[in-house]
C-alpha cells in the first residue's frame, strides 16, 4: 500500500469524521451521499492511509492560521518552544506564542487545544479503522495482513496516546470497542500509560519488519521505539523506573540492522527519504507536494525559521541565499541563546549567525537582527547538491519535501546510553559513542547524568524531545536550571511544578476535568 496513493480517499475521511473528538466512534459523516464503510481494498487501504495523513493536515480545527491544526507543528511547539531552544519572535503576533515563549500559558491557548484535539482525533479514527478492518477487511486481506494493518493502526493510536499521556497526564481512552453513543471514560495518566503499553506489548510483534515495510509506514522497530520512549519516561508518568523494559524493547530497534546515516546535516535535508524506514530515521513523516504538504512539519522548521541572510559576499552568506529556496522566509522561529551555547564547537551546530544577535533581551520591541540566530537544519535541498549550486527554486512554492523526522535510530543509541546510567548492563555507553563518532568526536569513558543530556540535545535539538527531556532530567520547572524568558523574566524564573504539564483546554474541561494548578 503505498501511502501517497490513497492520500485522497484519506483526506475524505479525515474531513468526514472530524467531529466531536472525545465523543463515542459514532462518525458518521455530515453528508448523506458520503459513505465510510469501505466498497474496495482501495477504500480500505484510504482508511490507513488517512491515519498518516492526520499527522500532515490541518483540517477540522477553529484555530488562527491554516497550520496551526497540524499534529506536526502544534507538538512541536509544545516541546520546543516551552524550553530552552527556541522561541516565536513578536514579528508573527500570532495568538498563543507569546505565553508560550514565557511558560505562562492558560487552558485557553489554541497550540494546546490543537494539541489535544489532534491527539483525540487521532486515536478515535484508529479506533474506527480497527473496528472497520475486522468487519470488512476479510473481504480483501489475508489474516496475515489484518493482524500486520490492525497492530499498524494500534501504534498510531499508541502514539496519540503517548502524547497525551505525556502533555496532559490525563484523556479519554477510545479504543475500537467503545460503545456508540457513549462518552468514553477518562483515565489518569498511570491508567493511560497502563493501557497503551498493554496494547502495544500485545500487538506489536505483528508488525511489519523495517527491512520489509514501504515507504513511509510504521514499523516493528518504531513500533518498540514507541514502547521504549513510555517505559523511558515511566517514573515520571507513573512514579515507577522501567529502566530494564526500555532497554529491552530498544535491543529490538538496534539489533536488527540499522545503521546510522553517514552524515549528520543530510538527514534533515529533502532527500532524507533514503533514511526512512529502513534506515536512521526509524519513522519519518512523508511530504510530498501535492500529495502529502501541509504548513507544519519540515515546511513550518525551514520557511518558518529562515530569514534573509546578510548581504554580503562572506561564502556563509551566499551559499546560504542558495539554500533559501523559497523565496520570502517567513521569519518567525529564532533560536534561544542558550542552544546556540550548547552547539560552541560541535560539528552538528547548523546555526547561522551572521550579524543576528545571539541574546535575546526585548521581544516586545522585535528588531529584524537582533532577535535571535538562525537555525538552518532543516533544509529543502537534496544531498547531492546540499547548497544549492544550481540555484532551484522549488517551483516558486513555500511548501517542503523534507520528510519530518518522529524516530531516530541515534535516539535509541542515546536512550540506552540513559538506561547504563540508570544501571542497567547494556553497552549504553558504546552506543552514545558512535553517535559521538560520527561526528569525530572523542568517546566518554563514563558519562555523567548532565553529560547524557547534553549529547541528546546536541543531537537531537529541534526534533521535539526537548521539554520531556528536562523534565526527567528533573531541570524543567523550579529554579535548578534557568534559561532565556524562563517564567516571562529575560534572565529566567522558577515555574511552579504543575507547569510539568499542560491544562485540559477549556472546550474539554466539562468531559475530562482539569490538571491541578489551572
Given at each position: 500500500m503505498k501511502i501517497s496513493k490513497y492520500m485522497a480517499f484519506g483526506a475524505v475521511a479525515i474531513s468526514a469524521m472530524f467531529t466531536s473528538c472525545v465523543g463515542d466512534l459514532d462518525v458518521k459523516p455530515d453528508d448523506p451521499d458520503l459513505t465510510l464503510e469501505p466498497s474496495s481494498k482501495a477504500e480500505m487501504d484510504g482508511m490507513l492511509a488517512g491515519l498518516y495523513y492526520d499527522l500532515i493536515t490541518g483540517d477540522g480545527l477553529s484555530v488562527s492560521d491554516g497550520g496551526a491544526g497540524s499534529f506536526t507543528r502544534c507538538h512541536f511547539n509544545l516541546q520546543e518552544i516551552v524550553a530552552d531552544e527556541c522561541f516565536i519572535s513578536d514579528k508573527w503576533n500570532d495568538p498563543g506564542y507569546t505565553v508560550l515563549n514565557f511558560n505562562t500559558w492558560a487552558n485557553d491557548n489554541e497550540w494546546i487545544y490543537a494539541a489535544f484535539s489532534r491527539e483525540n482525533h487521532l486515536a478515535k479514527l484508529a479506533s474506527v479503522y480497527i473496528r472497520d478492518l475486522h468487519n470488512f477487511g476479510p473481504a480483501f486481506y489475508s489474516e496475515q495482513e489484518i493482524a500486520a494493518y490492525d497492530a499498524e493502526a494500534r501504534v498510531l493510536r499508541a502514539f496519540a496516546n503517548y502524547n497525551m499521556i505525556d502533555l496532559f497526564g490525563r484523556g479519554p481512552w477510545i479504543d475500537e470497542n467503545s460503545p456508540t453513543g457513549a462518552v468514553p471514560p477518562t483515565y489518569d495518566r498511570k491508567q493511560l500509560f497502563d493501557a497503551t503499553v498493554a496494547d502495544l506489548v500485545a500487538h506489536v510483534d505483528n508488525m511489519v519488519p523495517a527491512a520489509q515495510q514501504e515507504y513511509g509506514r510504521l514499523s516493528r522497530e518504531a513500533g518498540y521505539m514507541l514502547l521504549a520512549k513510555l517505559y523511558l519516561n515511566a517514573e515520571v508518568y507513573t512514579g515507577t523506573a522501567m529502566w530494564q523494559e526500555c532497554a529491552n524493547a530498544l535491543k529490538h530497534v538496534v539489533e536488527t540492522g540499522l545503521k546510522l546515516a553517514p552524515e549528520y546535516k543530510y538527514l534533515f535535508c529533502r532527500s532524507n527519504d533514503k533514511y526512512v524506514g529502513n534506515g536512521e530515521i526509524i519513522w519519518g513523516v512523508p511530504l510530498r507536494i501535492g500529495y502529502t504538504e501541509g504548513y507544519g512539519a519540515t515546511t513550518y522548521l525551514t520557511a518558518g525559521a529562515w530569514m534573509e541572510p546578510d548581504d554580503d559576499?562572506?561564502?556563509?552568506?551566499q551559499q546560504l541565499k542558495k539554500l533559501n529556496n523559497y523565496g520570502?522566509?517567513?521569519?518567525?522561529?529564532?533560536?534561544?541563546?542558550?542552544?546556540?551555547?550548547?552547539?560552541?564547537?560541535?560539528?552538528?551546530?547548523?546555526?547561522?549567525?551572521?550579524?543576528?544577535?545571539?541574546?535575546?533581551?526585548d521581544l516586545a520591541s522585535y528588531d529584524e537582527t537582533s532577535c535571535g540566530y538562525m537555525l538552518i537544519k532543516y533544509t529543502n535541498t537534496d544531498e547531492?547538491?546540499?547548497?544549492?549550486?544550481?540555484?532551484?527554486?522549488?517551483?516558486?512554492?513555500?511548501?517542503?519535501?523534507?520528510?519530518?523526522?518522529?524516530?531516530?535510530?541515534?535516539?535509541?543509541?542515546?536512550?540506552?546510553?540513559?538506561?547504563?546510567?540508570?544501571?542497567?548492563?547494556?553497552?549504553?555507553?558504546?552506543?552514545?559513542?558512535?553517535?559521538?563518532a560520527r561526528v569525530d568526536l572523542a568517546p566518554l569513558s563514563n558519562p555523567a547524568a548532565s553529560e547524557v543530556l547534553a549529547e541528546r540535545q546536541r543531537e537531537l535539538y529541534m526534533e521535539g524531545h526537548r521539554r520531556s527531556d528536562l523534565i526527567r532530567f528533573g531541570l524543567y520547572t523550579g529554579s535548578s536550571y534557568l534559561w532565556s524568558w524562563k517564567g516571562g523574566v529575560y534572565t529566567g524564573a522558577s515555574i511552579p511544578e504543575y507547569r510539568a504539564l499542560f491544562p485540559i483546554p477549556y472546550q474539554y474541561v466539562a468531559t475530562v476535568g482539569q490538571n491541578p494548578g489551572y
Open positions: 559576499d562572506s561564502p556563509l552568506a520570502t522566509p517567513w521569519s518567525g522561529l529564532r533560536l534561544r541563546p542558550e542552544l546556540s551555547k550548547a552547539l560552541q564547537g560541535d560539528p552538528r551546530r547548523l546555526i547561522y549567525e551572521g550579524s543576528y544577535q545571539e541574546e535575546i533581551p547531492t547538491d546540499y547548497y544549492n549550486e544550481a540555484g532551484e527554486t522549488n517551483n516558486g512554492t513555500q511548501m517542503s519535501e523534507t520528510d519530518y523526522p518522529v524516530f531516530r535510530l541515534a535516539d535509541a543509541y542515546l536512550m540506552l546510553a540513559e538506561c547504563q546510567l540508570h544501571g542497567v548492563n547494556c553497552n549504553g555507553y558504546d552506543y552514545l559513542n558512535r553517535v559521538r
